[in-house]
Each structure stands twice: as structure tokens, then as C-alpha cells.
């Protein structure tokens, strides 16, 4: 099959894609219900979901600290490497 084909096949269903992550997504959550850590290291282990929360909690904030912080400090003016 060509690639061209597929890449074209996974944007016309791009819908449906989101759809199934986000599906499996929660399942992951859900199984995290009835699935419980045998030995969790920390009492929050023990909400379903928490590790799912952790990561998206901490990459919203290294998003955050990333443009507020240091895109300033290794940004450069329009035309900075123009001779």
C-alpha cells in the first residue's frame, strides 16, 4: 500500500482517531478502578486515574513555564540572523 494512501486514510478519519485515543483513554481510567497497585508508593496512588492526572497536570505546567519563562530568554528579534 502506499503511503501516500494511508496518511490520507488517517486524515480524512483523524475524527474517528481522536475518538478511539480518547476512548482508550478512559478505559485505562476505568480499568485503573477495578486494577489496583499492589504495593502503591504514595497514598494518592491509590486514586484511580492518578498517575493519568500527574502527567497531565505536570506537562500543562512545563507548557506554561516553557512559554512564559525561557522562550523570553533564548528568543531572538525578527531579522537577528540576517547579515
Avoid at 31 to 52: D, Q, R, S, T, V
Avoid at 65 to 75: F, G, N, R, T
Amino acid at each position: 500500500m502506499d503511503i501516500v494512501k494511508v496518511l490520507e486514510t488517517l486524515r480524512d478519519n483523524s475524527h474517528k482517531l481522536k475518538l478511539l485515543w480518547w476512548a482508550f483513554l478512559a478505559l485505562t481510567v476505568v480499568l485503573n478502578i477495578f486494577i489496583k497497585p499492589h504495593h502503591p508508593h504514595f497514598e494518592w496512588e491509590k486514586i484511580p486515574g492518578a498517575w493519568g492526572i500527574f502527567g497531565l497536570a505536570f506537562s500543562i505546567t512545563i507548557i506554561l513555564v516553557m512559554k512564559k519563562v525561557i522562550y523570553p530568554l533564548i528568543s531572538r528579534p525578527e531579522g537577528y540572523y540576517e547579515c
